[in-house]
């Protein structure tokens, strides 16, 4: 069965960085877009931006331009998100998610890694 | 950005009540609307897709209809594992710029 697999938690100070990952197995991972989406403590979901596992092409939301960078290890089945230039307002969980065979439409979710940004 | 309005925000029904979400698209977004539940602490969870397609394993007591700009969503009979917030998106503006409405949470009375 589909899995994604995120690694675990992670605090880091204003001004860093942060890099998650996601484990895919279950299905041949290079034949689907990964999503990433957020949730800040007590608000909605908000999409960051998706990555083709194969081609490695990116789309990422307006809002997150030049911060964000999302990349792929085809070898190990493993897509990453890197968050740059983090404050507090960047403290969420972080979800990946894959599209069903229709683009956009997301029916596999990871379990979401929380991200602290505190000094 | 397509920008999507639900509504209400909040509700509280009895169980076995019929509940309806409401989701409104800032312009035409056909019938690429896929709504969620997520439960406390838990990753979301598709519900429907397409704006009316039950996905494979979830309760015939959830539909949901629309297409355009308005969009519904309703629990034709509340039980109390609905618990949950329950989240509308679209994905008409593929490849980019996919947007949530804010959410609506469902409570038992």
């Known amino acids: 069965q589909v899995q994604l697999v995120q690694s675990g938690g992670e605090v880091k100070k204003p001004g860093a960085s942060v890099k998650v990952s996601c484990k895919a197995s279950?299905?041949?991972?290079?034949?689907?877009?990964l999503n990433w989406v957020r949730q800040a403590p007590g608000q909605g979901l908000e999409w960051m931006g998706r990555?083709?596992?194969?081609?490695?092409?990116?789309y990422y939301a307006q809002r997150f331009q030049g911060r964000v960078t999302m990349t792929r290890e085809t070898s190990i089945s493993t897509a990453y998100m890197e968050l740059s230039g983090l404050t507090n307002d960047d403290t969420a969980v972080y979800y990946c998610?894959?599209?069903?065979?229709?683009?956009?439409?997301?029916?596999?979710w990871g379990q979401g890694t929380l991200v602290t940004v505190s000094s | 950005d397509i920008q999507m309005t639900q509504s209400p925000s909040s509700l509280s029904a009895f169980v076995g009540d019929s509940v309806t979400i409401t989701c409104q698209a800032s312009?035409?977004?056909?019938?690429?609307l896929n709504w969620y539940q997520q439960k406390s602490g838990k990753a979301p969870k598709l519900l429907i897709y397409?704006?009316?397609n039950l996905e494979t394993g979830v309760p015939s007591r959830f539909s949901g209809s629309g297409s355009g700009t308005y969009f519904t969503f309703t629990i034709s009979s509340l039980q109390p594992e609905d618990i949950a917030t329950y989240y509308c998106?679209?994905?008409?503006?593929?490849?980019?710029?996919?947007?949530f409405g804010g959410g609506t949470k469902v409570e038992i009375k």
């Open positions: 998610a894959r599209d069903k065979e229709v683009a956009g439409i997301w029916g596999y």
């Open positions: 279950g299905y041949s991972f290079t034949g689907y877009y």
């Open positions: 990555i083709h596992s194969n081609s490695g092409d990116t």
């Open positions: 312009q035409d977004i056909r019938n690429y």
């Open positions: 397409d704006a009316s």
């Open positions: 998106q679209q994905y008409d503006s593929l490849p980019s710029a996919l947007t």
